[in-house]
């Protein structure tokens, strides 16, 4: 609706990119709608952080980090945009790149649940599964039980050998999941870190059909 009335919101078109990249799985048309946002407003950080996105979700890793870092150029005091560029180096398998991201942002917030989430996640790809489960330990306390982080936990606390732990959170899950609505995904991911490869795509097959964007 935005942009029938103004095709020119580089707002607009970067929530389209995110709304095609996230759910329709478009990738080239997120790419670009996120193309047209930073065009239209090269000033715009969300934007170039929009764009990062699409180039992580497609494997462009050295233009993911281009684009993040121009998100942080244009919005330096943005816990978010160290975040996303830690994701940019976590998805090009740069690990230790990717803690640093993290602990800059920690550095200025403690409590940031996200950086984390973030520093959780390079760990357990380090293989350093006890400093992993603490990360994402404190990602679940800081964001008051967050669904995204206990799936997160359970799949490192799997990796970890700690399988019982891991089952309680498939647990936890199955117990919300009666009253409100938890991705698939966040299931799938528990399995994964169990080893049960085959209930694992079946729950990333339920994720497709629910257009997850974790997916």
Known sequence: RALEIDDTLAEAHSSVGFYRLLYEYD???AGQAFARAVELNPNYANAHDGQSFYFKATHQHDEAVRACRRAQQLDPLSLFADVS??????????????LEHARKALELDPQFIF??????????QRGALDEATAALARAVEHSGGGLTFKAHLGYASALAGRRDEARGRLGELEGHAQVRYV???YFALVRL????????LEGLERAYEERSGFL
């Not at 870190?193 to 694992?200: Q, R, W």
């Open 27 to 29: 990738f080239e048309g």
């Open 85 to 98: 560029t830690g994701w940019a180096y976590y998805f090009a398998r740069q690990y230790e790149t990717a």
């Open 115 to 124: 950086a984390h989430w973030l520093a959780g996640m390079a760990h357990a």
């Open 183 to 185: 991705p698939a995904y």
């Open 193 to 200: 870190g169990l080893g049960e490869h085959d209930a694992a």
